[in-house]
């Protein structure tokens, strides 16, 4: 599984690298970065309910208007209710996830999964109670911001009935 995230970061950078600017570009020059040499944080209690790590891939730069993390979520952590001025997609690494707006719609999402989060679309993001899920997030963008956190997602919100099991 390990692995999987390494190979997962390492087509993620590459993506950004392929996206820098034409400045860059003059330069013929390439930037590497190995696993493990960029900052791993614990998910603040101010955005996050549970367990939380996020793997800094990239920051946003001039070249690069977006960073990419990786957010690994154990059993029923989950993201506060946020937004996102520019948008974001989330490409599911590992597990199983859910993605949820204020309507009470919540979706499973699994390894593979490309979720495209558009501008201003308030939800959150994160394991099942039952399966540990990471993603890779793309983040973009605008005016210096990359999201407007907001309040906890209740119990209620979070509640995804099992198969048989009646909704709320």
Same mark, same amino acid.
């Given at each position: ?17 392929? %996206? ?7 330069? +013929?020059? *390439? ?7 960029? /900052? ?13 790590? *996020? ?6 730069? %001039? ?10 979520? @154990? +059993? ?5 209710? *946020?937004?996102? /001025?520019?948008?974001?997609? +989330? ?15 919540? @979706?499973?999402? *699994? ?9 201003? +679309? ?6 099942? /109670? ?20 907001? @309040? ?10 099992? %198969?048989? @099991?009646?909704?709320?």
């Amino acid at each position: 599984m390990h692995k999987w995230i390494q190979m997962a970061a390492a087509v993620g950078v590459a993506g950004i690298m392929g %996206a820098v600017g034409s400045a860059a570009a003059a330069e +013929l020059s *390439h930037t590497i970065v190995h696993p493990g040499n960029l /900052p791993s944080n614990v998910g603040a209690h101010t955005t996050f309910t549970g367990q939380v790590r *996020h793997d800094s891939i990239s920051r946003a730069d %001039a070249d690069s208007p977006y960073s990419v993390s990786i957010v690994t979520f @154990e +059993l029923g952590a989950r993201t506060f209710w *946020h937004t996102h /001025p520019a948008g974001q997609r +989330l490409f599911i690494l590992t597990g199983e996830g859910l993605i949820g707006t204020p309507d009470g719609r919540i @979706e499973r999402v *699994h390894p593979g999964d490309i979720v495209w989060c558009p501008p201003g +679309l308030k939800h959150w993001h994160g394991a099942t /109670p039952k399966t540990a899920m990471s993603h890779m997030a793309f983040t973009n963008m605008k005016d210096g911001r990359n999201v407007t956190w907001m @309040e906890e997602v209740s119990a209620d919100d979070y509640h995804f009935p099992e %198969a048989g @099991e009646q909704a709320k």
